[in-house]
Every structure is written in structure tokens, then in C-alpha cells.
């Protein structure tokens, strides 16, 4: 069997590509580079150098493909707010090209990395895939548009879909830069260089840290599952405070960085909490990696970079 990563040298999507590459045949990677956290160099793993909003060369790249992983994408808040043109050029079209190549190519499942961003501000913690959805960013709006794409490909067309609605996802190779999506990797960064831990807010905001390789494995289960059309939550079930995160990690890097708080970001949501029950239940996800324990690997990761 052959299984396409879109995005598959990015931060989730390497991760990906290395875990499947025991489960299929060959293991093509789509991706335009832009955003590349790691190279995975494997024997039957390969790259197609394209952008998934080329719909020609997407389409020539599904050829034979019986599963997708969809994982390429924008991945900024912020930068979506100041670039909205960008930003649905990128998660929308991208999205549309990469359903309508697996239409046209009969792929047998789309798995889509889609994300908690759609609930906004929820109305119940733990939060479950029945809260309404209120997305307060452009990049929020995209991946929710993303997830009607697929329902309304699996309505018309019979393709299997699932879309994952990750919650805080970190890891080694994400990039610092990027506060919205990396705040442990930025923390991480800071506190090696005694740089200050810079928050958004009082810091009492809460998020359900999850770590990249349950998101990996989180992928294949779905790929393997029989369930059509399902979207269920990816996350830890466990929430931490962004104060109680920046002192675990100044602490774990014997660091003399100081904490220090800004105004608070608008996109931004008081708490964030994974009700993971119906992963359980779907797809047999059940996450593995403690936030104390992923925070001592990514310690190493940091470390060893040197």
C-alpha cells in the first residue's frame, strides 16, 4: 500500500511519515519546503517537491495512493489575522486541491489535521466534538472550512475522511518563533539563552498540551479505522497553566530567565481542555506521553542542539 504525507517534512507531519513508513509500501511526502522542520530520510519514503495548491501536480502526486495524511498547512494565528488573503489561500485552496485530487484518484482515506481552534471560546470543560463551533481567527475559520470539505466530500463522492482537531501539540523540531503554536518550544529556547519568558496575559490561561508523537500515532489509528466521516478530538485530557508551564520549564533548564507579562491577544482563549472520550472510542487513541515526561524529552532535544 501507499500512503502521501502533504506537509510530511513539517513539524507533525515528519513525524508521520517516519511512523508509517513501517506500515506502507512507500511513504510519498508532499511538500513545497517552506516550512520544513525535519528531513526524513528513509528507503521508501520520497519526496515530490510541489505545493498542494498546484491541483495539476497534486493530482499527478495521489496517483495509486490509498491513504493521505493532509497535514500541509499555514500554522500561525497571528499571522493569519494580518494576512487573511494568505492564509485561505493556503488552508482553504490547499484543502480543496488536496480533496479533489483524492476524488479523482479514488483514494481509499483522508486523514486531515484539523484543529481545537474551530470551538473559539468553549462553553464546557472537558470540551467534546458537540460544542458548538466559534472560531475567533482566520486560521481558525480555515481548518473548520477544511472539516466541511471533508464532510462534504464523503457526502458526494464516498470518500472515507477524519478529521483530527488537535489541541496544543509540541515536540522537538517546532519551531520557537512561531508563540502562538510553540510557546513551550519559545520557552524551551528562551530559558537556554537566560532570556525572558515573555506571556500573554496574567498567564492563568490553561491549554491541553499534547505531545507530537501521540498526534502521530493519533493519525495512523484513524487511517486504520473504520469509521467515515469521523472528527474527534486529539489531545492529553489534562490542561496546564502557561504560568505553571513557563516555572516547570525555567526550572528543568536551570535557567536565570526572568517572567515576564504582556497584554493579552485577542485570539487568544481563557482555557483549553480535550474531552477525549470518542478518540477512545473511534479510533482506540489513547495518549501515551505524560506532559512531566514530554517536557524531560524535549529538555534532551534542547539540550543536545547544543
Do not use: W
Amino acid at each position: 500500500m501507499i500512503a502521501l504525507v502533504t506537509g510530511g517534512y513539517g513539524f507533525i507531519g515528519n513525524q508521520i511519515a517516519e511512523l508509517i513508513s513501517t506500515e506502507y509500501s512507500e511513504v510519498r511526502i508532499l511538500d513545497n519546503l517552506s516550512n520544513a522542520a525535519r528531513v526524513v530520510r528513509l528507503p521508501n519514503v520520497r519526496l515530490i517537491k510541489t505545493d498542494i495548491r498546484d491541483t495539476d501536480a497534486t493530482n499527478e502526486a495521489f496517483d495509486d495512493v490509498d491513504v493521505v495524511f493532509h497535514t500541509a498547512a499555514r500554522v500561525d494565528v497571528v499571522a493569519s489575522t494580518r494576512e487573511p488573503f494568505v492564509d485561505m489561500d493556503n488552508n482553504v485552496k490547499g484543502t480543496l486541491s488536496v480533496c479533489e485530487a483524492a476524488r479523482r484518484n479514488d483514494v481509499s482515506k483522508l486523514v486531515y489535521s484539523s484543529s481545537a481552534a474551530v470551538y473559539g471560546n468553549a462553553d464546557s470543560f472537558p470540551t467534546d466534538e458537540t460544542q458548538p463551533t466559534r472560531p475567533l481567527s482566520p486560521y481558525a475559520v480555515s481548518k473548520y472550512c477544511g472539516e466541511l470539505y471533508m464532510a462534504a466530500y464523503h457526502h458526494l463522492y464516498g470518500l472515507s475522511t477524519r478529521s483530527l482537531r488537535y489541541f496544543n501539540v509540541y515536540g522537538p523540531y517546532q519551531r520557537p518563533e512561531n508563540a502562538y503554536s510553540g510557546v513551550i518550544s519559545k520557552f524551551f529556547y528562551n530559558a537556554t539563552r537566560d532570556a525572558p519568558l515573555e506571556i500573554h496575559g496574567d498567564g492563568n490561561q490553561t491549554r491541553d498540551f499534547v505531545y507530537v508523537t501521540d498526534v502521530a500515532n493519533a493519525n495512523l489509528l484513524a487511517a486504520n479505522s473504520d469509521a467515515p466521516n469521523a472528527v474527534v478530538n486529539i489531545g492529553s485530557g489534562r490542561e496546564t497553566s502557561i504560568n505553571e508551564l513557563a516555572t516547570i520549564i525555567k526550572e528543568m533548564a536551570l535557567s536565570h530567565s526572568s517572567i515576564a507579562h504582556g497584554a493579552p491577544r485577542i485570539s487568544d482563549g481563557r482555557r483549553s481542555l480535550a474531552d477525549i472520550r470518542n478518540a477512545k472510542r473511534i479510533i482506540n487513541y489513547e495518549p501515551q506521553i505524560h506532559i512531566a515526561e514530554g517536557l524531560a524529552k524535549l529538555r534532551q532535544f534542547f539540550r543536545g542542539m547544543g
